[in-house]
């Protein structure tokens, strides 16, 4: 990250794509892509990071609005049967921060909150999931109660 142009170019080669060239081409590959969100993909990695950005920026909310808006939550949902657990775990934190008034019908479906009462229950199993799923049931099931 803090290099001079003398090391970038000793890193780069003779042949290789320049860092400035390399972020300018990854930014249009972003900003020209037709391709659907990664938590779509069949590659569980690209589901894990793709899940993971979603968490990591849904705290935020103007950019939990944005994903609520684009159709994320039913895509997040999915994620809750994933065998990868950190993607479990990402997409319990995305729904912990993405469930408000305006959305909460579409997130406390009783299948979904079936889901995550299991994950509660299974703290011998994944402490992780278990202590995820009971501040999610905490916070957003236990005042409907």
Known sequence: MFTNDQRQAERTGKYGTSRLQYLQELVSQFQNTTDEDCITESNEKLMEFGVGGVCNSCVDPANAAIITQCGGIPLVIQCLSSPVRNTVNYALGALYYLCNK???????????????????????????????????LDKHVSKEK
């Open 102 to 136: 305006s959305n909460r019908e579409e997130i406390l479906k009783p299948e979904v909150v079936d889901v995550i009462e299991r994950y509660a229950a299974a703290q011998t199993i994944n402490v992780s999931f278990s202590n995820l799923a009971k501040a999610f």
